[in-house]
């Protein structure tokens, strides 16, 4: 089964509205999470690493304050698009590294998103 | 020029054949390297990692160039449910995976 969760899998929002996904790591802590973002026959580009307890990096041309990305705690990483524009209708998808002997990293099923 | 460059294809092939892709990448200091398989609307499932020495799994096998800044995967008698998107992922720093735009193989019967 799925060791890292996202949630919603699908989801319909009016333009200007905010959109909350979540990401969940479910059998183990992880300290750093991803987010990206894949459109329609386009590679996945990464939009933020979260981190756990602070600030989340974003990569170039990533509006911080239009994405926002909250790790409050070692299972758990939030992206928020905030006053979404059709424009953001996109594949949104985590993925979660654990740091186990293994350091594997794992993606969440990923969150497809319509902005109508 | 992208970091990760590969042939979007499609690759149409029948079961039984055998049909490899390449992968370029631009970033000399990359550090490890993968193949991920995705699925139509579906998240990237890791198919296998590369090493220097080259590396097999069953009917894959990897190989990895680093003079050449060029990855590869071979796959041998194509199976229907090997039709997928396949994405060649470098590690840059740390744990950023950047991805191409990956390659359709298409298995028909």
């Known amino acids: 089964g799925a060791v890292v969760s996202q949630h919603p899998s699908w989801v319909i929002c009016k333009s200007g509205t905010s959109v909350k996904i979540e990401c969940r790591s479910l059998d183990f802590q992880a300290t750093t999470m991803f987010w990206y973002r894949q459109f329609p026959k386009q590679s996945l580009m990464l939009m933020a690493t979260s981190n756990e307890g602070s600030k989340a990096t974003y990569e170039q041309g990533v509006e911080k304050d239009k994405f926002l990305i909250n790790h409050a705690s070692l299972t758990l990483s939030t992206l928020t698009v905030t006053s979404a524009h059709p424009e953001d209708s996109s594949f949104y998808i985590c993925?979660?590294?654990?740091?186990?002997?293994?350091?594997?990293?794992?993606f969440g099923e990923g969150s497809w998103l319509t902005v109508v | 020029r992208k970091e990760v460059e590969q042939d979007p294809g499609p690759f149409n092939v029948p079961e039984g054949a055998t049909v490899a892709f390449n992968c370029t990448y631009s970033?000399?200091?990359?550090?490890?390297f993968f193949w991920y398989r995705q699925d139509c609307r579906k998240e990237p499932k890791l198919l296998m990692s590369v090493y220097s020495s080259g590396n097999e799994d069953g009917r894959f096998t990897a190989q990895l160039n680093r003079a050449s800044q060029y990855i590869s995967l071979l796959i041998r008698d194509s199976k229907l449910s090997d039709s997928a998107t396949y994405l060649c992922?470098?590690?840059?720093?740390?744990?950023?995976?950047?991805f191409g735009a990956g390659t359709i193989l298409r298995v028909k019967s």
């Open positions: 992922v470098v590690n840059k720093n740390g744990n950023k995976l950047v």
């Open positions: 970033n000399s200091a990359s550090q490890s």
């Open positions: 993925s979660a590294r654990d740091g186990g002997p293994g350091n594997t990293i794992y």
